[in-house]
Nanobody, 114 residues
Framework: QVQLVESGGGLVQPGGSLRLSCAASGFTFSSYVMRWYRQAPGKGRELVAEIGTSGTGTNYKDSVKGRFTISRDNTKNALYLQMNSLKPEDTAVYTC???????WGQGTQVTVSS
């Protein structure tokens, strides 16, 4: 079954950290560029980060540069998003995506609040 399953979201205080994971199955994970998106309440979905097939090419939304790190482990068919120095404005549902397939996960909620 072709699918993406996110995990690792939760409630964290401002300045804290979380690591999101996205488990891929049913396709050749290492052949595809992967992305993390997020959608905050009442706002549109926005691209947070993208990573190339080998993991060496990455791109980030300006507001998360220096705080978030996207990575992947092709041996485990897994995508990650390490989020540090979290801010209340990072609160959103985070979803992984395979752009070339139009495949989306179900999302994981991240809430940054004191």
């Amino acid at each position: 079954q072709v699918q993406l399953v996110e995990s690792g979201g939760g409630l964290v205080q401002p300045g804290g950290s979380l690591r999101l994971s996205c488990a891929a199955s049913g396709f050749t994970f290492s052949s595809y560029v992967m992305r993390w998106y997020r959608q905050a309440p009442g706002k549109g979905r926005e691209l947070v980060a993208e990573i190339g097939t080998s993991g060496t090419g990455t791109n980030y939304k300006d507001s998360v540069k220096g705080r978030f790190t996207i990575s992947r482990d092709n041996t485990k068919n897994a995508l990650y998003l390490q989020m540090n120095s979290l801010k209340p404005e990072d609160t959103a549902v985070y979803t992984c995506q395979v752009p070339r397939m139009g495949l989306w996960g179900q999302g994981t909620q991240v809430t940054v609040s004191s």
